[in-house]
């Protein structure tokens, strides 16, 4: 279902200064954005919005700051004082779990082609939201399926069918019915550019359950089970993976403190443009030790 449900985002910003701090509250109201915490001490900003995360985080770099997804939550929050707005008194609700899949050809984030990140966050026990943003994709409409196994010892080929504990026909996530794959996620659309982003809220998929299994994003649209070929109601005859990868799990709000990467020295928002290990990622590192 793409439905407006918010839920909350926790992202780690390199704001150094009282400056720093009213230009990402601006940027943030200037977008829409009204429910939102800043703490400059801790260098964390938390928003509930109804936005995706890559939307949210755009916001704030626009702003020059560097932002890092670090925690997600659930929908609105606990109420705790009056003010919402910059420091207000309500605590974010916590999700029941999150999960992260990076996507690359054969399940590799790093090799040339379709790939990209989707997010599941469990944020009460009947809607996982699950968004994400894909880059390198024909325009178009593209199937997107949980697969019942996370094993891409051979790529994309050998993660097993869409995840189907019911045993069920494929189908489209539209039907809360019996009448689909509980992997089953519908299609999401590339535009002139090559690039997805999509959020949807399903109401049967958990977070619990699809930890270690996998997310493909295929070749061609999903049919929903509405066609007639033979594969219409295995898998929408939506054609080969393009991109997967393996569904990990992620923190929660407030679970992950991390700053500094404790072997090498480097910033959590330095750290997603260096190599994983190697010289470029061992390149100006400070001369203290943490």
Same mark, same amino acid.
């Given at each position: 279902m793409?439905?407006s449900?918010? &839920?909350?985002a926790?992202? &780690? ?5 009282e400056?720093? %701090?009213? #230009?990402?509250?601006?940027?943030l ?16 900003v ?15 770099e626009?702003?020059? #700051? +560097? ?6 939550g ?9 003010e ?5 008194g309500?605590?974010?609700r916590q999700g029941?779990g999150?999960a ?5 050809k054969d ?5 040339? @082609?379709?790939?990209?990140?989707? *997010?599941? $966050?469990?944020? !009460? *026990?009947?809607?996982?939201i699950?968004?994400?943003? +894909? ?8 199937? +997107?399926a949980?697969?019942?196994? @996370?094993?891409? &010892?051979? @790529?994309?080929h050998s ?5 189907? =504990? *019911? ?8 039907n ?6 509980v /992997?089953?996620?519908g299609?999401?659309?590339? !535009? ?10 399903? =109401?049967?998929?958990?977070v ?18 509405q ?7 295995? !898998? ?7 991109a997967?990868?393996i569904?990990?799990?992620?923190? /929660? +709000?407030? %679970? $992950?403190?991390? #700053? ?8 959590i928002?330095?750290?997603r ?8 990622r061992?390149?100006?590192?400070p001369?203290? &030790?943490?």
């Amino acid at each position: 279902m793409r439905e407006s449900v918010e &839920s909350t985002a926790e992202f &780690s910003v390199n704001m150094t200064c009282e400056s720093c %701090e009213s #230009k990402v509250r601006s940027a943030l109201l200037k977008h829409g954005v009204q429910d939102f915490q800043i703490d400059l001490p801790s260098q964390r900003v938390i928003i509930t919005s109804t936005k995706i995360t890559e939307e949210l985080k755009n916001v704030i770099e626009d702003t020059g #700051k +560097l932002a890092v997804l670090i925690g997600v939550g659930g929908e609105g929050r606990l109420q705790g004082g009056e003010e919402r707005v910059h420091g207000g008194g309500d605590v974010p609700r916590q999700g029941l779990g999150a999960a992260v899949a990076m996507l690359g050809k054969d399940g590799d984030y790093f090799t040339p @082609g379709v790939k990209g990140v989707i *997010r599941f $966050n469990q944020i !009460d *026990r009947s809607r996982c939201i699950v968004e994400g943003t +894909l880059d390198g994709l024909e325009p178009g409409e593209h199937g +997107l399926a949980v697969h019942e196994a @996370g094993d891409v &010892s051979r @790529g994309c080929h050998s993660l097993g069918d869409h995840y189907n =504990p *019911r045993g069920t026909r494929h189908g489209s996530p539209e039907n809360m019915e019996e009448e689909r794959h509980v /992997g089953d996620l519908g299609n999401i659309r590339a !535009d002139e550019s090559g690039r997805a982003t999509f959020r949807i809220v399903d =109401p049967i998929l958990k977070v619990w359950d699809v930890i270690g299994r996998s997310v493909v994003v295929s070749t061609d649209k999903d049919d929903l089970g509405q066609g007639n070929h033979p594969r219409s109601l295995v !898998d929408g005859n939506c054609g080969p993976g393009l991109a997967c990868g393996i569904i990990a799990r992620s923190a /929660g +709000l407030g %679970e $992950n403190l991390k #700053k500094i990467c404790a072997c090498d020295g480097v910033t959590i928002w330095d750290e997603r443009n260096k190599p994983l290990a190697g010289q470029g990622r061992q390149d100006n590192q400070p001369e203290t &030790s943490y």
